[in-house]
């Protein structure tokens, strides 16, 4: 018989989360450079020496943040294609996919702009597979629908329709403020699509 975590299992992994969290709230707000041990510990209560209980570095916990954000990207990518919809709605599907994550994500998406040359060279090689791979998916959804484009051109497309949303974070709050998230979600999947079918 298997049991569960241990009260103390879970708040170790909830120290973890929080930690992941804060850290790029920080790093979003004063730069990789700008934050210190002593910084992260204090946003989670703790000691800046005891964040080396969970992370090995401060560079360590910058790879987690964006593999994890380039995972989760690839598998919720993947989970969308995998569903059997038609190619047009799986394209909508990939578009909402990706605009909801541009909306809950404004922090990460960020750090990974200004903070992709911080990381370890095996992290950044791991990011970038992973964000191959997310590009992959959306290539071979637009090839079911462009057929006539060659590969080349539809990575481009992709791209672009990521660039779209993802500067939606540098103005996030104004946008929300003024029209609300729902409007903006209707905006910004209306655009992508237009993007990528032009």
Known sequence: MTTGP??????????HAS??????????????????LEDLGTAVGITGPAVYRHFPNKQALLGAILVDVSR??????GAVVAAGRTSHDTLDALIAFHVDFALTSADVIRVHDRELASLSEADRRTVRRLQREYVE??????????????AAALRVRAHACFGLINSTP??????????????????????????LMA
Do not use: C, N, Y
Request: glycine fraction near 8%; charged fraction near 30%.
């Open 6 to 15: 241990t009260d103390r299992e879970r708040a170790k992994a909830d120290r």
């Open 170 to 195: 540098h103005s996030l709050q104004a946008a929300r403020d003024s029209i609300g998230d729902a409007e903006l979600r209707d905006i910004l999947r209306a655009m992508a699509r237009a993007s």
């Open 72 to 77: 989760t990207l690839r598998d919720g990518g």
């Open 137 to 150: 998916l959306w290539v071979v959804v637009l090839d079911g629908l462009r057929h006539t484009i060659p």
């Open 19 to 36: 930690l992941l969290r804060e850290a790029s709230r920080l790093f979003a707000q004063r730069g990789f450079a700008g934050v210190s």
